[in-house]
């Protein structure tokens, strides 16, 4: 009996591994089955969080009236803005750009600062909480007779975040700035 068991054993080995080794992949891959119907529809999903501001958090101001004064001791005409969200995480990982515009709302010509003209120059400073422009002339904002303003200055604050995302543009063109943000005027 002990005999016929280890035969048994054996056989039962030897007819596993035969069918093992004889089983494989070479056939062809039989004809897809008919597609299923669509099932029922689901719950509604909960409300996600709101997202960042467009344009990647990019922000710009208003155009902005000036007054500059004449500081006696640079001899330079010097403006100055409260901005708060000048900080100093924004001065060391994104910036700001300032643009001057030249003519009216109407008639825009509109340059990035700084800006040079003959013997024109307007630079620009920022600091934390605030920006300041100078001037060799007195460029404050002006109002015509027909009530149009020409000489006013806007910013437009770039975060990290934002400073190298989306498509090469030339921060110093306005037009380019412009198409980018969406903004009117």
Known sequence: MKRISSYFF????????????????????????????????????????????????ITYSEWLDTHFALDTASGEYVWSADVPAINADLLSTGFVKVYF?????????????????????????LTEGGLLLFSNFNVSTQTDNSGKKRFQVRYVIVPANAA?????????????????????N
Do not use: H
């Open 10 to 57: 054996v056989a039962c080995m030897f007819s596993f591994i035969i069918g093992i080794t004889s089983c494989g992949k070479d056939g062809a891959a039989g004809p897809a089955g008919p597609a299923g119907q669509n099932g029922s529809k689901g719950d509604k999903g909960d409300k996600g969080d709101k997202g960042d501001a467009g344009s990647v958090n």
């Open 101 to 125: 515009n030249l003519f009216t709302a109407d008639q825009p010509n509109i340059s990035s600062i700084p800006y040079v003209e003959g013997d024109l120059y307007i630079r620009e400073v």
């Open 164 to 184: 190298g995302r989306g498509r090469n543009i030339n921060w110093s063109n306005y037009a380019e700035v412009q198409a980018l943000l969406g903004m009117k």
